[in-house]
């Protein structure tokens, strides 16, 4: 007798059934179909090989001639740990990349990649699409049709994209409509239905999309969405919205919900939208949406997949060390999907199913629901990839069930990162595909309820390991604000108005953890809006500088005697505080010193990771080292160095200052903090923080003019120690003074100086240009380039130059200049009057050189606040102005190399060694550059800014700075003195055993 439920025989039933109509479609011996199923077993069998081949398939798009694409090839498959045969890998790597045999082995290369890509791409062009789309018809099956191409990053390529839409909305309808009927496809329960389905990915209508800024973004996805969803409506067909990464989900349900509430569309029922069984909102969005669809008074459809982003997501989790949002186990998932689809079809009169998988078990679980609740057949569909699964899809045709194929079209090489994402589903070790078509799996194994199944696995002894972010013990950087979530966003707007009722407060000097009386006072305004004050802050005194210099020394030495860990949990303390009052501090970042959003948080953020990571590190770096003997005793350990002066930046105005304080803290020493006179409230604010943390009075916080208390705090005989971020000048003439050892001094004082520098990104030839124009997109432009690891010189490889700096015009042409308190500010006003007179000047210095090629227009900005718009320079010489001095603005100076050589060379010709990066696709260029870019942080294909604390220590060399980096390991160890006791243990021949 049977032990399965009457719905798990159900499902089973329908199982068999498609797989017996599937085992009656073998392939033929030494078809293409054949080939394909042979290097796909191949493949399977060496992850290695496979890691590395998918890798090479993804670069092939970005290569221009027949020696690049041999050469990396060999790079990629010529190396022993590669994982290709010993035999193979001898014949490839003894072909020459050049000559006739050269271009055979790239065309070869090239053919092969396309073939794949013809698996699963319809076509290069709307023609070839159509044409794909009319054999599927022949087979019965259904269509939509999605568009590929490179990422939408500025507002032309939208424009762009708004067209391609059009042209198919436009061009579909008078082939498709002309073609015979097919019933099963053309119709459902009700009727006639449309025969042209188009999915939309609203990201690629908006250069700009972010979920941070949901009204602006809606606002400029709908202006490019209404019209095409308008002649699509006029011309009776179907629009499906897909869904991407998880932070844009909400702003795409978001965006859903909007255009169908407006009037022109609320009646239509021939929209969908794409929803993710892989993500735990899942079930939560499906109930809100169907609710959403009774209120709104029409049907919608719901394409239910598992969702093409798990390892995207699981990732940039790990990295942020945020909620993974999606399921962690692939039955969860699957069990998801089948909860999903079985709410779907209870509700199929308001939400219209369309089941997107390939699994047979998932497939089977629907139609026994469907059979159980009698959904009429018709009133639902499956969906599945072009180029996947074709037996399956002939099966689910016998059944008379209605197949819509998920029909991509597009450049094929451009199209390469689509068809990996198809070669890693085919072969993943949870693919269903090649469980059942490749590895033989027995069909009850595979129809097994996923909840069973993971009981299974877990009674056979596989579990899941655990994560990085789940290691006890272990410092994590304090995770940044998830923007995509609504009460975050709801936090920091409420942060800001709250923030705005505080801009009449005066902010005084403390002594000894006091506050004392003020002579001098000075405004803080809003570089935003130059003419909103935001308080006042009264300008120490060199008296007063003297008096915090004697209360610091006075308090050293009880400072200094207090136990390590005491002081490590007053850093603890401080970084509790700081969380508790996130918020608040974010929105005088934004405030005082413009910073957008994302960059306020940031700073914040890395105010607290530099308590917690130095509390931790501390406490081990203190612990005596003992280095005994028989006979003698030997201890190592540190002493702190006295009175310190943190002389703090203005451009991360919390980050820098807390960092370089609480350094000089934990390990003993006393402080006096000077802020930057621009962020001197953002320095009250901390003063606030270290009074709340009950810090005793070893602290002073001294605003105040640089030029009037600078000389007392640098060249007093009692300061031991001077911690410095700032302009190279500045901290030259620091280091200068600081040398200087009057006789009433007895040390020679430490200084640490973070000065700055010239920073590259080299582009090569086979660099990825959507990954590289946003890397140095970002790097360039991000907070208007007013950071010390900013990108200033792009070095691009000649073959490419044109093209990116073409895309590079139009992507800074596309960005959001705005107040720093709009949340879609790409980018904001730089600091004050000053910064701006000086960056100009810069800028004139620039065009006298070179060749100015864009420069953005402000409007009504220019005189509202300090706004320098972005400005890139071209045909810029590697001795010009603009490519060796610091600007500390949103200036790009865009350079043209020969080859590596070149760009290398150009890349370390300046007197700074601050941070660096590097775009390409070659392994080989990537090692040759980690060893030769002369740079204290370089970056591999990715933006050069937003270090992170332990994770990339940041500082340079040569003229960039004097002392090690700060968040790294021996950071520390510049704010102490190492001292050895030798004790001689020996008593009359005596002496103590050594303890193991």
Same mark, same amino acid.
């Given at each position: 007798m049977s032990s399965l439920t009457v719905e798990e025989e159900r499902i089973r039933r329908y199982g068999r059934e498609i797989f017996a109509r599937m085992d009656r479609r073998n392939i033929v011996p030494f078809s293409p179909a054949w080939f394909d199923d042979v290097l796909m077993n191949t493949t399977m069998q060496a992850e290695k090989l496979k890691v590395q081949l998918f890798r090479f398939i993804d670069t092939l798009p970005l290569l221009k001639d027949s020696k690049t694409v041999a050469d990396h090839l060999k790079e990629y498959l010529g190396t022993t740990e590669s994982g290709l045969p010993g035999i193979a890998r001898h014949f490839?790597?003894?072909?020459?990349?050049?000559?006739?045999?050269?271009?055979?082995?790239?065309?070869?290369?090239?053919?092969?990649?396309?073939?794949?890509?013809?698996?699963?791409?319809?076509?290069?062009?709307?023609?070839?699409?159509?044409?794909?789309?009319?054999?599927?018809?022949?087979?019965?099956?259904?269509?939509?049709?999605?568009l590929l191409g490179e990422a939408t990053i500025t507002e032309a390529e939208a424009d762009g994209v708004q067209k391609q839409y059009f042209d198919l909305v436009e061009g579909l309808p008078g082939v498709i409509n002309n073609l015979?009927?097919?019933?099963?496809?053309?119709?459902?329960?009700?009727?006639?239905?449309?025969?042209?389905?188009?999915?939309?990915?609203?990201?690629?209508?908006?250069?700009?999309?972010d979920p941070i800024d949901p009204v602006g973004t809606t606002r400029s996805v709908l202006k490019r969405l209404r019209p095409i969803m308008s002649k699509a409506m006029s011309r009776g067909e179907f629009i499906n919205f897909d869904m991407e990464?998880?932070?844009?989900?909400?702003?795409?349900?978001?965006?859903?919900?909007?255009?169908?509430?407006?009037?022109?569309?609320?009646?239509?029922?021939?929209?969908?939208?794409?929803?993710?069984?892989?993500?735990?909102?899942?079930?939560?969005?499906?109930?809100?949406?169907?609710?959403?669809?009774?209120?709104?008074?029409?049907?919608?459809?719901?394409?239910?997949?598992?969702?093409?982003y798990w390892d995207y997501e699981t990732v940039i989790a790990a990295q942020q060390d945020w909620p993974v949002p999606v399921w962690t186990e692939k039955w969860q998932s699957d069990a998801c999907f089948e909860r999903c689809?079985?709410?779907?079809?209870?509700?199929?009169?308001?939400?219209?199913?369309?089941?997107?998988?390939?699994?047979?078990?998932?497939?089977?679980?629907?139609?026994?629901?469907?059979?159980?609740?009698?959904?009429?057949?018709?009133a639902y569909e499956f969906q599945m990839l072009y180029g996947m699964a074709d037996e399956f899809k002939d099966a689910m045709v016998e059944l008379g069930q209605r197949i819509r194929i998920y029909t991509p079209y597009g450049q094929l090489l451009p199209g390469m990162a689509y068809l990996v994402r198809r070669?890693?589903?085919?072969?993943?070790?949870?693919?269903?595909?090649?469980?059942?078509?490749?590895?033989?799996?027995?069909?009850?194994?595979?129809?097994?309820?996923?909840?069973?199944?993971?009981?299974?696995?877990?009674?056979?002894?596989?579990?899941?390991?655990?994560?990085?972010?789940?290691?006890?013990?272990?410092?994590?950087?304090?995770?940044?604000?998830?923007?995509?979530?609504?009460?975050n966003r709801d936090a920091m707007s409420h942060a800001l108005a709250e923030v705005a009722k505080q801009l009449d407060r005066d902010y005084v000097p403390f002594i000894g953890g006091q506050a004392v009386a003020a002579e001098k006072w000075q405004d803080a305004t809003n570089p935003s809006q130059s003419s909103q004050k935001l308080g006042r802050w009264a300008a120490s005194t060199p008296k007063q500088a003297e008096e915090a210099i004697a209360s610091a020394k006075k308090n050293y030495p009880a400072w200094r005697d207090t136990p390590a860990a005491k002081r490590a949990e007053y850093l603890r303390k401080i970084a509790d505080v700081m969380r508790k009052r996130r918020w608040e501090l974010s929105a005088w970042a934004v405030y005082e010193t413009a910073k957008p959003w994302r960059e306020a948080d940031a700073d914040i953020a890395e105010a607290i990771d530099f308590c917690d990571y130095y509390a931790e590190l501390f406490l081990k770096m203190v612990k005596p080292k003992r280095m005994d003997v028989p006979g003698e005793e030997n201890s190592y350990f540190y002493e702190p160095r006295g009175v310190a002066v943190v002389i703090a930046p203005w451009n991360f105005p919390l980050a820098i200052m807390c960092g370089m304080t609480v350094a000089a803290l934990v390990t003993g020493n006393t402080v006096i903090i000077k802020p930057a006179e621009q962020s001197t409230i953002i320095g009250a604010k901390f003063a606030e923080v270290l009074k709340e943390?009950?810090?005793?009075?070893?602290?002073?916080?001294?605003?105040?003019?640089?030029?009037?208390?600078?000389?007392?705090?640098?060249? @007093?005989?009692?300061?031991?120690? =001077? &911690?410095?971020?700032?302009?190279?000048?500045?901290? !030259?003439?620091?280091?200068?003074? #600081? +040398?200087?050892?009057?006789?009433?001094?007895?040390?020679?004082?430490?200084?640490?100086?973070?000065?700055?520098?010239?920073?590259?990104?080299?582009?090569?030839?086979?660099?990825?240009?959507?990954?590289?124009?946003?890397?140095?997109?970002?790097?360039?432009?991000?907070?208007?380039?007013?950071?010390? @690891?900013?990108?200033?010189?792009? =070095? &691009?490889?000649?073959?490419?130059?044109?093209?990116? !700096?073409?895309?590079?015009?139009? #992507? +800074?042409?596309?960005?959001?200049?705005?107040?720093?308190?709009?949340?879609?500010?790409s980018m904001g006003p730089v600091i004050d009057a000053d910064a701006k007179k000086r960056i100009l000047a810069m800028i004139a210095k620039g065009k006298s050189q070179s060749l100015l090629v864009y420069a953005a227009d402000l409007g009504a900005l220019a005189d509202q606040g300090h706004y320098v718009g972005p400005h890139i320079f071209a045909d810029v010489h590697e001795t010009d102005v603009i490519a060796?001095?610091?600007?500390?603005?949103?200036?790009?100076?865009?350079?043209?190399?020969?080859?590596?050589?070149?760009?290398?060379?150009?890349?370390?010709?300046?007197?700074?060694?601050?941070?660096?990066?590097?775009?390409?696709?070659?392994?080989?260029?990537?090692?040759?550059?980690?060893?030769?870019?002369?740079?204290?942080?370089?970056?591999?294909?990715?933006?050069?800014?937003?270090?992170?604390?332990?994770r990339q220590p940041f500082g340079g060399f040569k003229l960039s700075g004097i002392g090690s980096k700060a968040g790294g390991p021996d950071y520390l160890l510049q704010f102490v003195i190492p001292r050895v006791i030798t004790e001689n243990t020996m008593r009359r021949g005596f002496a103590p055993t050594l303890e193991s």
């Open positions: 490839l790597n003894r072909l020459p990349g050049e000559g006739w045999a050269g271009t055979l082995l790239a065309k070869t290369a090239k053919n092969n990649a396309e073939h794949m890509a013809r698996k699963f791409i319809a076509g290069s062009n709307v023609q070839e699409a159509i044409s794909a789309i009319k054999q599927l018809r022949n087979r019965k099956y259904g269509f939509t049709i999605d015979p009927e097919i019933p099963c496809v053309d119709r459902n329960h009700l009727g006639p239905i449309p025969r042209v389905n188009i999915s939309v990915k609203l990201s690629s209508l908006f250069s700009q999309f990464q998880y932070s844009f989900k909400d702003t795409t349900l978001h965006i859903f919900k909007t255009v169908l509430e407006e009037p022109e569309f609320r009646n239509w029922p021939h929209v969908g939208i794409a929803i993710q069984a892989y993500l735990k909102d899942t079930e939560k969005d499906l109930q809100e949406l169907l609710e959403w669809t009774r209120k709104r008074g029409t049907p919608i459809a719901v394409r239910l997949v598992k969702g093409a689809g079985r709410f779907l079809l209870q509700n199929y009169n308001w939400i219209a199913p369309a089941f997107g998988s390939h699994n047979v078990r998932s497939i089977s679980t629907m139609l026994a629901v469907a059979e159980e609740l009698g959904v009429p057949k018709g070669l890693l589903e085919n072969t993943s070790n949870d693919s269903f595909l090649r469980a059942s078509f490749r590895e033989n799996t027995t069909e009850d194994k595979l129809l097994m309820n996923p909840v069973h199944k993971a009981q299974a696995n877990t009674t056979n002894g596989t579990t899941a390991a655990p994560s990085h972010s789940e290691k006890p013990g272990k410092f994590k950087n304090e995770p940044l604000a998830e923007y995509h979530r609504e009460f943390a009950e810090l005793p009075p070893v602290w002073s916080f001294l605003p105040g003019i640089g030029e009037e208390i600078g000389p007392t705090l640098v060249q @007093s005989p009692d300061v031991d120690l =001077i &911690v410095f971020t700032g302009s190279q000048q500045v901290g !030259l003439w620091i280091n200068e003074n #600081a +040398a200087k050892t009057p006789p009433v001094q007895h040390h020679v004082k430490r200084v640490i100086a973070e000065l700055g520098g010239k920073n590259a990104a080299i582009v090569d030839a086979d660099a990825d240009l959507d990954e590289a124009v946003k890397g140095v997109l970002d790097s360039a432009f991000g907070y208007s380039g007013q950071k010390c @690891s900013a990108c200033s010189r792009a =070095i &691009v490889h000649e073959s490419i130059h044109d093209q990116f !700096l073409h895309r590079l015009i139009e #992507a +800074a042409k596309s960005l959001t200049i705005s107040p720093a308190s709009d949340p879609g500010c060796q001095e610091e600007i500390f603005g949103p200036v790009l100076a865009v350079m043209k190399a020969k080859n590596l050589d070149h760009a290398l060379q150009i890349a370390n010709g300046t007197r700074y060694a601050l941070t660096g990066g590097i775009f390409s696709r070659s392994p080989s260029t990537l090692e040759r550059v980690k060893k030769e870019f002369r740079v204290g942080n370089l970056y591999v294909n990715r933006k050069i800014t937003g270090a992170l604390v332990e």
